[in-house]
């Protein structure tokens, strides 16, 4: 069954440096996502992604944040300059977008821990 | 403003006996609801979803859930409970008006244990 993969599992990092975060969704979906989970709190919508380009942002997406899809299966998020307070698990999701009701499918996670 | 309440924190039950993961949502309008789960170091499974018709809907590993507009609730529930459904249970939201705005409302989660 395809599923959403996304590396690194944990990423390390000092404060102030830029972090790229991977994920690859399910070949044929057409809707990407990155939703955020801080320890302890409920998961967060930062951004959607449709042809290319941002669908839906949040207030947490601010200049610090970007995404991109640089080739046909990649979907990066990028922070550049990381703060402490970024510390928290990143789950990239897909969905078909053939209907809005779709359900997202989402990969594991990545751990990002801000020093 | 749209959210999602998860009342209970955990829920506790015996192997073999009914379960029930209350859920409840607000949200202008009518709305698309889902149940998600997540085990220990993996990321979060879609069970079911509600999207209209049948207030009853089925989904995978013999869940169901009920919506119920008046309460605007969305429980969660599996006749019989086994071990392996021991995990953290969340219930998300949109409204069906949102247009091509796609992002989910979560609730905190509900740690579910099932003992032997």
């Known amino acids: 069954e395809p599923e959403v993969t996304q590396t690194p599992s944990h990423q390390v990092t000092q404060m102030g440096q830029e972090v790229i975060l991977r994920c690859v969704p399910i070949?044929?979906?057409?809707?990407f996502y990155w939703y955020r989970q801080i320890l302890g709190q409920k998961v967060e919508f930062l951004v959607s992604f449709y042809n290319n380009e941002i669908s839906e942002k949040s207030e947490i997406f601010d200049d610090q944040f970007s995404v991109e899809r640089p080739d046909g299966s990649n979907f990066t998020l990028k922070i550049r300059s990381t703060k402490l307070e970024d510390s928290a698990m990143y789950f990239c999701a897909s969905s078909l977008g053939t209907s809005s009701y779709n359900e997202q499918f989402f990969g594991p996670g990545t751990r990002l821990t801000v020093l | 403003a749209q959210s999602v309440a998860q009342p209970e924190d955990q829920v506790n039950v015996a192997e073999g006996n009914p379960l029930t993961v209350k859920c409840t949502y607000s949200?202008?309008?009518?709305?698309?609801l889902f149940w998600y789960v997540q085990y220990p170091n993996r990321g979060l499974q879609f069970l079911l979803k509600?999207?209209?018709?049948d207030n009853l809907v089925k989904g995978s590993y013999g869940f169901e859930a009920e919506f119920n507009k008046s309460q605007t609730s969305f429980h969660l529930k599996k006749p019989s409970a086994l071990v392996s459904d021991s995990a953290l249970y969340f219930c998300?939201?949109?409204?069906?008006?949102?247009?091509?705005?796609?992002?989910?409302?979560w609730g905190l989660g509900t740690s579910l244990a099932v003992n032997p």
């Open positions: 998300a939201v949109r409204a069906a008006n949102a247009g091509n705005n796609r992002k989910l409302i």
């Open positions: 509600y999207i209209t018709g």
């Open positions: 070949s044929n979906h057409l809707y």
């Open positions: 949200v202008s309008g009518n709305p698309y």
